[in-house]
């Protein structure tokens, strides 16, 4: 039983670990689901999966008396939960939150599974790791290097407006990258739009371009919106 329990909990961790190795990487890129979204997505599956693998654990009636399959009730409220954790994500312009909230309430409900058939040392394991994706992790991820990604709106009067060499010039000198970029002509030739998705490794470099901008005399109005999570 301690050999099992020790196996168990090499399992979570690993699923953690490996959840939290492709997290990282999303982060980096600016992706809204990041670090602790996968490492508890990852250890929420295989939790999951010691239900079946450690059956025989926790079902104790002889395979000879009944047949049974339980894990088809583990389904049914891991489909049903993914309704509830759809709910929690919000989508506002370009961001998106509440990616984290909807992994809790997903590995809260395969938590509620290990205490239904008394599966009760990994679900000590899960809370603990789980609680530590939610705290600790969330330190970790605001001290590791990531690219701040920005939906960056432009509208200039079209008469002393930068040129495109020029505008790419002056968000560059802020240290952004420049993707997407687009034009339009509105208010009958009178107003030239610009929008575009900048990247910067360095979050203040926005502050710094808006006041930039807000000193510029051809720009009506702009906007910069971070994209992540």
Not at 53 to 63: D, F, L, P, Q, V
């Amino acid at each position: 039983m301690a050999t099992d329990n020790l196996e168990m909990l090499f399992r979570l961790v690993a699923g953690l670990i490996a959840g939290a190795a492709i997290g990282f990487e999303r982060s980096y890129h600016g992706r809204p689901a990041g670090f602790r979204t996968h490492a508890l997505v990852c250890m929420t599956s295989s939790l999951l999966m010691l239900v079946t693998a450690y059956e025989t654990h926790w079902m104790r009636i002889s395979g000879d008396l009944i047949r049974l399959d339980p894990t088809r009730m583990a389904q049914g409220i891991m489909t049903g939960i993914g309704f509830l954790g759809a709910g929690a994500i919000l989508r506002d312009g370009l961001s998106v939150r509440g990616l984290t909230t909807a992994a809790s309430i997903w590995i809260t409900a395969a938590i509620g599974i290990l205490a239904g058939i008394g599966f009760y040392f990994p679900l000590v394991v899960s809370v603990v790791l789980t609680l530590g994706v939610l705290s600790v992790f969330r330190q970790i991820e605001a001290r590791m290097p990531s690219l701040a990604y920005f939906h960056f709106e432009l509208r200039l009067t079209r008469s002393k407006a930068l040129n495109e060499a020029g505008l790419r010039a002056l968000v560059e000198s802020h240290g952004f990258s420049i993707a997407n970029f687009s034009y339009r002509l509105d208010a009958d030739g009178r107003v030239l739009r610009h929008d575009m998705v900048i990247r910067s490794s360095d979050r203040t470099s926005a502050g710094r371009l808006s006041e930039t901008l807000e000193r510029t005399e051809s720009v009506l109005e702009f906007r910069i919106a971070p994209t992540g999570d």
